[in-house]
């Protein structure tokens, strides 16, 4: 069974950034991370292999979002620069135990974190 905790989330200026964190417990093979805004669906972020070589993006976000992770740490990263009001969202880490596709559908994710709130103000 694989737990993932999300940090990092708070509130920033238009413009700032932020760096959130995904700690997992157990096995992981492709981690991602997904986002829901105020009255929107879940979309899908960013995601990235176990080997850190493969990476997926969301075309909207692509420059300005980056994600990364450390397997020593069991941890995934976020970076998130030039923010912008419509970035507000909870942002969700997912994972799953096996394979390498870096997909962009929820269904491709067996595990979840509790979500962590991104407020960007202007």
């Known amino acids: 069974q694989v737990q993932l905790v999300e940090s990092g989330g708070g509130v920033v200026q238009a413009g700032g950034s932020l760096r959130l964190s995904c700690a997992a417990s157990g096995r992981t093979s492709t981690m991602a991370w997904f986002r829901q805004g105020p009255g929107k669906e879940r979309e899908f972020v960013a995601a990235?292999?176990?080997?850190?070589?493969?990476?997926n993006y969301a075309d909207s976000l692509k420059g300005r979002f980056t994600i990364s992770r450390d397997n020593a740490k069991n941890t995934v990263y976020l970076q998130m620069n030039s923010l912008k009001s419509e970035d507000t969202a909870v942002y969700f880490c997912a994972a799953r135990s096996w394979g390498w596709t870096t997909s962009t559908s929820q269904n491709s994710y067996g595990y979840w974190g509790q979500g962590t709130q991104v407020t960007v103000s202007s």
């Open positions: 990235i292999a176990w080997s850190g070589g493969m990476t």
